[in-house]
């Protein structure tokens, strides 16, 4: 690239990093001069000042989005999602969806709906799906959603030795890291199933363990292509702080846009899983 466009670049840079409002303010072409003067690698860009009596905002950068998120709840030993102090909102849901990454299809048509409800779940995983499909797991994370360890090979982690159930565990971190860049914070055990030895190993890897305190019972055959039933089955055993357990299963797609709609019908809001820290000192 020539020297003329890198500058062309850097100046483009600065202009984008302005906003459009304030091109009248771009620096003219005499200080092209003070510009060529720094090699392009070394312009840094700084923010316009700000002039007294503008109304114009800077719009919240996607990093200082994430910034904001503070902890308000956690988990209890009912796996219910609670809040740390008190004054938080108690009537919230935490949606979460197990057993994948399976079909684009599936995964986009739960997104979708989630995005319509400005919803976030997190998306319990094993790892020889993930590494079956690494793009997928790419797209829960990449469309926003949360990604937790749902082990390995979804067998009984309760019947296995400590090495095994530790391999189980800790080779989904390492696959979620490499494919996404980051390791899950949450881990939740086929079946439900665990025991000490289990929380030892899910604590060694500081995530937090769930099992769930509403099963939406979609896996069940008798609620087989019924996204009905797996809507009345949650809406039996809704309680504040429910932790939803649902599937990646076309049944479940199906279901979900009206039952996040009645679950807002009857004010209840969406636990945004980035919320949810380890359990507070003072309680429980
Ligand atoms: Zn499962």
């Known amino acids: 690239m020539s020297k ?30 003070s510009l060529e003067a720094t090699a392009p690698e070394t312009v840094t860009v700084t923010e316009p000042p700000v002039e007294a009596g503008t109304e114009e905002q800077e719009p919240p950068s996607q990093a200082a989005e994430e910034e904001t998120i503070t902890p308000l709840y956690h988990i209890n030993k009912a796996y219910r999602v609670v809040p740390n102090e008190e004054g938080t909102e108690t009537k919230v849901v935490l949606l979460t969806f197990d057993d994948g990454p399976k079909e684009q299809e599936m995964i986009d ?18 790892g020889y799906r993930v590494e079956t499909h690494p793009e997928l797991l790419k797209l829960i994370h990449d469309r926003g959603q949360i990604i937790g360890n749902h082990s390995w090979d979804h067998i009984d982690l309760k019947k296995e030795s400590e090495s095994e159930a530790r391999k189980q565990v800790e080779e989904v971190q390492a696959i979620v890291e ?29 995530m937090i363990y769930m099992t769930w305190s509403n099963g939406s019972l979609d ?3 008798k609620n087989k292509n019924k996204p009905e039933a797996v809507i009345q089955n949650v809406l039996e055993q809704l309680h504040a702080g429910s932790n939803i357990l649902m599937h990646e299963l076309p049944w479940t ?3 979900l846009d009206s039952l996040l709609t009645q679950l807002e019908e009857k004010g209840y809001s969406f636990v945004d ?6 359990v507070p000192e003072q309680s429980e």
């Open 4 to 33: 003329k466009l890198l500058l062309f670049a850097a100046a483009c840079l600065i202009l984008s990093s302005c906003g459009q409002k304030q091109d009248q303010t771009v620096v003219p072409t005499e200080n092209n001069t």
């Open 109 to 126: 048509g739960l997104i979708d709906t989630l995005d319509k409800h400005k919803a976030k779940a997190i998306f319990f995983v094993n």
């Open 178 to 206: 490499e494919t996404i860049g980051e390791r899950p914070r949450f881990f939740r055990p086929p079946f439900g199933s665990g025991n000490d030895q289990l929380h030892q190993i899910v604590e060694d890897n500081d």
């Open 219 to 221: 896996w069940d055959s």
């Open 253 to 255: 797609v199906e279901a």
């Open 273 to 278: 899983p980035r919320t949810i820290s380890e």
